[in-house]
């Protein structure tokens, strides 16, 4: 897994050469619209709500003595909540509704690795991508969520929180990844076995999805970049794993 984590890594290294050389950066006009639209509405009420969430828990404390410590350990935690849970809507959130504007970015590479679209392929209009995008995503918020909260709570536990946060992050990165990668995958497998083939590659998609969480703590320019980067690596190395299973 170790070395396709790296090598989806590797990939980000030619993205932008490779988008220039096909003129790509159009089809990423209103996905990174989008992506600056949610990022903005999901920051503001990220902020709103943190110190609502950090009082709240600092109700549990009640004594007197470290108090304010307490409220202010609680605040800290808030913020982390609301941060991570603000970070899994956006991602989930635009990757659905880009999905019909990153479908003829991945056709494109694809055309480019093989020649042609060589295999046999699945032919759907904007609203089924679209459909499909917020299928898949929807699916992914929900498994995230299940595993994100334990790991949350975990971060209340000293010296746990540390690997917990590890965790937390290489989670992320691999429902990012996938969000990715089924942009290619939907001319190709249907549902069930585009959710299979993802489990069978996770270090391809927890590669891409550490680079494109990477990206996402750069202010501003992250939210710009991140797509255009992270759809291309990824719809390169979802093509090649394509092309090895089509080998055998």
């Not at 679209?130 to 909260?149: A, H, Q, S």
């Not at 971060?155 to 989670?171: E, G, M, Y």
């Not at 320019?221 to 990824?234: D, E, H, M, N």
Request: overall charge positive.
């Amino acid at each position: 897994m170790i070395k396709n984590i790296l090598s989806a890594i590797k990939a980000y290294a030619g993205s932008f050469s490779l988008i220039s050389k096909l003129k790509l950066w159009k089809y990423f006009a209103i996905p990174i619209l989008i992506s600056i639209v949610i990022a903005t509405i999901i920051g503001f009420f990220a902020y709103s709500l943190s110190d609502n969430i950090g009082a709240f828990l600092a109700k549990i404390w009640i004594w007197d003595w470290g108090k304010e410590a307490f409220t202010t350990f609680t605040s800290f935690i808030g913020g982390i909540f609301v941060l991570v849970i603000g970070l899994i809507l956006y991602k989930h959130i635009v990757l659905a509704l880009s999905a019909p504007f990153m479908s003829p970015v991945s056709e494109k590479i694809e055309i480019y690795i093989n020649g042609n679209l060589k295999h046999q392929h699945r032919k759907t209009s904007f609203q089924e991508q679209l459909w499909r995008g917020i299928k898949i995503n929807i699916r992914n918020l929900g498994k995230e969520l299940l595993v994100t909260i334990p790991i949350l709570v975990l971060k209340f536990i000293p010296v746990v929180n540390i690997f917990s946060t590890i965790l937390l992050f290489l989670v992320q990165a691999y429902y990012a990844g996938f969000g990715n990668m089924d942009y290619t995958l939907e001319r190709h497998l249907n549902y069930k076995e585009s959710i299979n083939f993802v489990g069978k590659n996770k270090g391809t998609s927890i590669g891409n999805g550490i680079v494109f969480m990477l990206c996402l703590l750069i202010p501003v320019l992250g939210i710009i970049i991140v797509l255009p980067l992270s759809v291309t690596a990824a719809s390169v190395k979802t093509v090649e794993l394509l092309n090895k299973n089509n080998e055998r």
